[in-house]
T-cell receptor, first 115, second 109 residues
């Protein structure tokens, strides 16, 4: 398994500001993912953040809005930029230790509310 | 069309009965499938994985895969109130998981 922590666990932010979410893993992993889960909805993949390469964004998500850093094999950050109320969601960090989905684990999430 | 489809429920199941959850997928390139359980306010946790046609059993859980029909299912035997949660079906393709919408299961005493 993997122990994943996220900071902050929750935040309330004003429209137009930015928030950086941190994800820390207790072991080195190559594959790391950022998801968004809106209330009552399933998980939507924002981007894949593999160490040593640029993040790969899914359709509908752009780097200017969701810049990601992956400085090493145990840490990543996701920034939600120029926030609007539509960005209110839970943001989840996830890691895959197998490279094939067999061992994908999720962090506890960051609950973001934008006013 | 979403790549992974599930009925959102809620699926109401009497305690002790079998809960049957279904999932279909559109991409024949998906080879591995997973069931995650998500309690309200918590993050998803992996409960079952299945890679080949047939059944895979783990305790009270049985996953079934039929690649010809592009169909994945999860059976929960002897359902308990603690099984009340949302169950997410996911397929692995192109280096990432594609999740279904999730099925909410409510086990009633």
């Amino acid at each position: 398994s993997a122990v994943i922590s996220q900071k902050p666990s929750r935040d309330i932010c004003q429209r137009g500001t930015s928030l950086t979410i941190q994800c820390q893993v207790d072991s080195q992993v190559t594959m790391m993912f950022w998801y968004r889960q809106q209330p009552g909805q399933s998980l939507t993949l924002i981007a894949t953040a593999n160490q040593g390469s640029e993040a790969t964004y899914e359709s509908g998500f752009v780097i200017d809005k969701f810049p990601i850093s992956r400085p090493n094999l145990t840490f990543s950050t996701l920034t939600v930029s120029n926030m609007s109320p539509e960005d209110s969601s839970i943001y989840l960090c996830s890691v895959d230790k197998s490279g094939s989905g067999d061992e994908q684990f999720f962090g506890p999430g960051t609950r973001l509310t934008v006013l | 069309q979403k790549e992974v489809e599930q009925n959102s429920g809620p699926l109401s199941v009497p305690e002790g009965a079998i809960a049957s959850l279904n999932c279909t997928y559109s991409d024949r390139g998906s080879q591995s499938f997973f069931w995650y359980r998500q309690y309200s306010g918590k993050s998803p946790e992996l409960i079952m994985s299945i890679y080949s046609n047939g059944d895979k059993e783990d305790g009270r859980f049985t996953a079934q895969l039929n690649k010809a029909s592009q169909y994945v299912s999860l059976l929960i035997r002897d359902s308990q109130p603690s099984d009340s949660a949302t169950y997410l079906c996911a397929g692995w393709q192109w280096g990432k998981l594609q999740f279904g919408a999730g099925t909410q299961v409510v086990v009633t005493p």
